[in-house]
C-alpha cells in the first residue's frame, strides 16, 4: 500500500473530501478557513493518502505555551502544535483513527523544535517515542430532559435547591440573542477579564475572530439594565452543542452568581432546540459537573528530536501533565454517577 503526505498551507488548498472525513464542525474547512484569516499563527495542514485516497488529516500550528502551565509556572516556550487554533476539546485529526499513528509519526518527524499535540482520545504513539501525559477534560452534559422544569425535577434535592437559589440572582436580568455580528468591544473586554485569570489559557483570540464567526454560532448576552454581566457563544453542530467561549464582569459576578447563571442558560438553550448532548468545553470542571456534567478525558504528548531535552522533558513530566482529579457527584435522582 502506498502511502504519501501532503502538507498544504492554506484551507482553500485542501482536498474536497476533508470535510467528509470530519465529525465535527470545529474541524472542517469553513472553520479552519475562519482561524486561517482571524487567528493565523503559521498553520500547516497534513493530509495522509492511501494509494491516492485521503484516510486521514491533522493541523499543525505555532504558538508559545508555558511548558508548565499546569503548576503555575512561568515556563514560555515556542511550539509547533497539532491541534485546532482555538482551545476546542475536540480531536484536532480526522479520518480512519487506525491511521493517526502514522500521520503523527509523520509530522514528529517533518516539522522541528518542540512539538505538543493536545485533545487526543487516546495515546497514538508509543511512549517510548513522546512523552505522553492528561491535559484538561472536557465535560459532557446529557440532561435526559425537555425543558428546565423537567430538567429540575430529575436533579436531586441539593442540587435543585442550589439551582433555584441562583437562578433567583438572575431576577429581572435579560437575555439578548443575536449572531455574533453583534460582539462589541464590550463583550470583548469581558473576554479578556476571563483570560486574565485564567492559568491554563493557550491562544488569545482577537475581536475580529469573535465578530465575525460564522452563522451556526450563536451569541447570548446578559444584561441587567444597561449593565453587561456576561455572555456566551455556543456552537450549534449537528446533535451536539458546544460552549465556545464566553465573558464575565468579575465586579459583578458574586452579586448575580453569573458564571452559574450563564451556564444555565447554555442548558436552557440546549433543552429549547432539542440538543441531547452539551460539550461544556475543559475549564471550571467542577462547576459543570454541579449541573450533572461528566468528565471526559483528554491526552496530550511531548515531543523533541533532541534525545537530551526529551530526557529532561520525562524526567519533568509531573510538572507538565494536568494532575487534578475530579470526583463525580450524583447531581440526578435516577441516575447513576459514572453515566
Same mark, same amino acid.
Given at each position: 500500500?502506498?502511502?504519501?503526505?501532503?502538507?498544504? =498551507?492554506?484551507?482553500?488548498?485542501?482536498?474536497?473530501?476533508? =470535510?467528509?472525513?470530519?465529525?465535527?464542525?470545529?474541524?472542517?474547512?469553513?472553520?479552519?478557513?475562519?482561524?486561517?484569516?482571524?487567528?493565523?499563527?503559521?498553520?500547516?495542514?497534513? $493530509?495522509?493518502?492511501?494509494?491516492?485516497?485521503?484516510?486521514?488529516?491533522?493541523?499543525?500550528?505555532?504558538?508559545?505555551?508555558?511548558?508548565?502551565?499546569?503548576?503555575?509556572?512561568?515556563?514560555? &516556550?515556542?511550539?509547533? &502544535?497539532? %491541534? +485546532?487554533?482555538?482551545?476546542? *476539546?475536540?480531536?484536532?485529526?480526522?479520518?480512519?483513527?487506525?491511521?493517526?499513528?502514522?500521520?503523527?509519526?509523520?509530522?514528529?518527524?517533518? $516539522?522541528?523544535?518542540?512539538? &505538543?499535540?493536545?485533545?487526543?482520545?487516546?495515546?497514538?504513539?508509543?511512549?517510548?517515542?513522546?512523552?505522553?501525559?492528561?491535559?484538561?477534560?472536557?465535560?459532557?452534559?446529557?440532561? $435526559?430532559?425537555?425543558?428546565?422544569?423537567?430538567?429540575?425535577?430529575? /436533579?436531586?434535592?441539593?442540587?435543585?435547591?442550589?439551582?433555584?437559589?441562583?437562578?433567583?440572582?438572575?431576577?429581572?436580568?435579560?437575555?439578548?440573542?443575536?449572531?455574533?455580528?453583534?460582539?462589541?468591544? *464590550?463583550?470583548?473586554?469581558?473576554?479578556?477579564?476571563?483570560?486574565?485569570?485564567?492559568?491554563?489559557?493557550?491562544?488569545?483570540?482577537?475581536?475580529?475572530?469573535?465578530?465575525?464567526?460564522? *452563522?451556526?454560532? +450563536? /451569541?447570548?448576552?446578559?444584561?441587567?439594565?444597561?449593565?453587561?454581566?456576561?455572555?456566551?457563544?455556543?456552537?450549534?453542530?449537528?446533535?451536539?452543542?458546544?460552549?465556545?467561549? %464566553?465573558?464575565?464582569?468579575?465586579?459583578?459576578?458574586?452579586?448575580?452568581?453569573?458564571?452559574?447563571?450563564?451556564?444555565? %442558560?447554555?442548558?436552557?438553550? *440546549?433543552?429549547?432546540?432539542?440538543?441531547?448532548?452539551?460539550?461544556?468545553?475543559?475549564?471550571?470542571?467542577?462547576?459543570?459537573?454541579?449541573?450533572? %456534567?461528566?468528565?471526559?478525558?483528554?491526552?496530550?504528548?511531548?515531543?523533541?528530536?533532541?534525545?537530551?531535552?526529551?530526557?529532561?522533558?520525562?524526567?519533568?513530566?509531573?510538572?507538565?501533565?494536568?494532575?487534578?482529579?475530579?470526583?463525580?457527584?450524583?447531581?440526578?435522582?435516577?441516575?447513576?454517577?459514572?453515566?
Amino acid at each position: 500500500m502506498q502511502k504519501t503526505i501532503r502538507i498544504v =498551507d492554506s484551507p482553500s488548498s485542501l482536498n474536497s473530501a476533508w =470535510d467528509d472525513l470530519a465529525n465535527f464542525y470545529f474541524q472542517k474547512r469553513e472553520f479552519l478557513f475562519h482561524l486561517h484569516r482571524y487567528n493565523h499563527c503559521k498553520q500547516s495542514y497534513y $493530509e495522509l493518502y492511501y494509494n491516492g485516497i485521503l484516510v486521514s488529516g491533522a493541523v499543525v500550528y505555532t504558538l508559545v505555551i508555558d511548558l508548565f502551565t499546569f503548576s503555575g509556572i512561568k515556563s514560555p &516556550v515556542s511550539m509547533r &502544535v497539532i %491541534g +485546532l487554533p482555538a482551545s476546542i *476539546a475536540c480531536e484536532p485529526l480526522i479520518g480512519d483513527p487506525h491511521t493517526f499513528g502514522f500521520l503523527l509519526q509523520e509530522i514528529i518527524r517533518t $516539522e522541528r523544535g518542540f512539538i &505538543v499535540g493536545i485533545n487526543f482520545l487516546r495515546d497514538y504513539l508509543s511512549s517510548k517515542k513522546v512523552v505522553a501525559l492528561r491535559t484538561l477534560p472536557t465535560v459532557i452534559l446529557k440532561p $435526559e430532559a425537555v425543558d428546565m422544569a423537567a430538567y429540575g425535577k430529575a /436533579l436531586r434535592h441539593p442540587y435543585r435547591r442550589r439551582m433555584r437559589r441562583v437562578q433567583e440572582r438572575f431576577n429581572g436580568v435579560c437575555a439578548v440573542r443575536s449572531d455574533c455580528s453583534g460582539f462589541s468591544e *464590550a463583550h470583548y473586554a469581558l473576554y479578556l477579564q476571563i483570560m486574565d485569570r485564567t492559568r491554563t489559557k493557550l491562544e488569545t483570540l482577537s475581536f475580529e475572530c469573535f465578530r465575525n464567526l460564522p *452563522a451556526n454560532f +450563536l /451569541l447570548t448576552t446578559y444584561y441587567d439594565g444597561s449593565k453587561m454581566l456576561c455572555w456566551h457563544v455556543v456552537c450549534l453542530d449537528g446533535d451536539v452543542l458546544f460552549f465556545f467561549f %464566553g465573558g464575565m464582569s468579575y465586579s459583578l459576578q458574586q452579586r448575580y452568581a453569573s458564571y452559574y447563571n450563564s451556564l444555565f %442558560g447554555i442548558l436552557s438553550l *440546549a433543552l429549547e432546540k432539542g440538543y441531547k448532548e452539551i460539550d461544556f468545553g475543559q475549564t471550571a470542571e467542577t462547576a459543570k459537573m454541579y449541573l450533572g %456534567g461528566m468528565l471526559s478525558e483528554r491526552r496530550l504528548f511531548l515531543y523533541h528530536r533532541n534525545p537530551l531535552i526529551l530526557l529532561l522533558i520525562r524526567l519533568f513530566r509531573r510538572f507538565i501533565g494536568y494532575r487534578r482529579y475530579t470526583a463525580g457527584y450524583k447531581v440526578f435522582k435516577n441516575r447513576d454517577i459514572h453515566q
